[in-house]
């Protein structure tokens, strides 16, 4: 005799995420869908103002709290401060991201330690400091945001872009290890999507199938997806949402 057919889940009611870079761009609509999806959402970011009023706006099942991602105490006390008030942390998407180019010549050191120290040593320490929550619960989904510019070259990005393969690979590594404790860690890898980061690029310049530039909601299904029990058989993955573009 077959189980009933049980279709795939979306819902994130009773779980708690935490949305690193929450407060604005991409990150911010990740936090505004995981609070819609049902979760508890801490947005964690350096811009005060910003997350607070976002936190205030969502209500009940939202609050902001300041972290500095490189930070490595910050992230202790975070993760410590939302299982003791929260219970858990079911999900981490580790979005905080900066972006800098020049030629490589020019390249400074501080531009390089800058990138690499926010977009991936920040993505290491969340990793590091959530595990320990997720091993005693039993489960957990990591997402960590990549970029198309962790599956490709482009000139004067080369802090960025090492950041950003740096992430893919970290991801795989985890889920390698992780899987064991029923936690699942996925990588997504936007492309051209409208937000501060990328205001001085003309996207008229770019070869997307799709014919349009991604808005920071174009991302937010596929968080709320590998978040969510829906993608429960899927880890180690790069998800690509970008309309196509490096397909191209
Ligand atoms: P954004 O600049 O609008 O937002 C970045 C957020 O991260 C801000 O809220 C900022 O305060 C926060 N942040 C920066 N440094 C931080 C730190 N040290 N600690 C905590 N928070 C910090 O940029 P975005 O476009 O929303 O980018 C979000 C993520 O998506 C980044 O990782 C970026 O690399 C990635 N991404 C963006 C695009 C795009 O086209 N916009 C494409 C691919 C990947």
Redesign the pocket.
């Known amino acids: 005799m077959s189980a009933p057919f049980a279709a795939p889940s979306f819902a994130l009611d009773g779980r708690v995420a935490v949305v690193?870079?929450?407060?604005?761009?991409?990150?911010?609509?990740y936090a505004r869908s995981l609070h819609a999806a049902g979760a508890t959402v801490v947005i964690?970011?350096?811009?005060d103002d910003?997350?607070a009023a976002l936190a205030a706006e969502l209500g009940e099942r939202a609050r902001f709290a300041h972290?500095?991602?490189?930070?490595e105490a910050g992230w202790a006390a975070l993760i410590e401060q939302a299982v003791a008030e929260l219970g858990a942390v079911d999900v981490l998407v580790?979005?905080?991201?900066?972006?800098n180019a020049a030629p490589i010549e020019h390249f400074s050191l501080a531009k390089w330690d800058a990138v690499i120290?926010?977009?991936l040593t920040?993505v290491f320490l969340g990793c590091r400091a959530v595990v320990p929550a997720m091993k005693a619960a039993g489960r957990g989904s990591i997402v960590n945001?990549?970029?198309?510019?962790g599956l490709r070259g482009s000139p004067h990005l080369h802090g960025?872009t090492a950041?950003?393969f740096g992430v893919r690979g970290l991801t795989k590594s985890l889920a390698v290890e992780l899987g064991a404790d029923g936690i699942r860690v996925n990588s997504?890898?936007?492309?051209?999507?409208?937000?501060?980061?990328?205001t001085r690029?003309d996207p008229e310049r770019l070869d997307i199938p799709l014919g349009r530039?991604?808005d920071?909601v174009d991302?937010a299904g596929a968080v709320v997806f590998l978040a969510s029990d829906a993608s429960s058989f899927v880890t180690g993955a790069e998800l690509v949402v970008?309309g196509g573009m490096v397909t191209a």
Do not use: Q
């Open positions: 690193t870079g929450g407060a604005r761009g991409l990150g911010e609509a964690a970011d350096v811009l910003a997350g972290l500095d991602v490189t930070d580790n979005n905080a991201g900066i972006a120290g926010v977009n920040g945001v990549s970029s198309v510019e960025y950041s950003k997504v890898h936007p492309g051209f999507i409208r937000t501060d980061m990328t690029i530039p991604g920071p991302v970008d």
